[in-house]
């Protein structure tokens, strides 16, 4: 990898250079990781209610109405 470090006028190292296709690369990496230790049972009940969601916008509610909503059962 061929980094850069960035300098300030003291010498001290503030920043750390990376060139984008290097960057790129790692960030997939990354990505690709982030995907495979979600268990597939989650991914399904989060495209479940995806597709839900998009058939049925309206019935959507916003994040304080939920924690309302759960405050309340508690």
Known sequence: M?????S????VTIGV????????ALNAD???EETDNVLQWHKDIVS????SF???PEEA???DTAM??????L
């Open 8 to 11: 300030d006028s003291q010498g």
């Open 68 to 73: 309302d909503e759960i405050e309340k059962s």
């Open 48 to 51: 479940d209610r995806l597709v």
């Open 30 to 32: 990354i990505e690709h």
């Open 61 to 63: 509610i916003d994040f």
């Open 17 to 24: 250079y990376i060139p984008i296709t290097e960057w790129n």
């Open 54 to 56: 998009k058939k049925n």
């Open 2 to 6: 061929k980094l850069q470090y960035i």
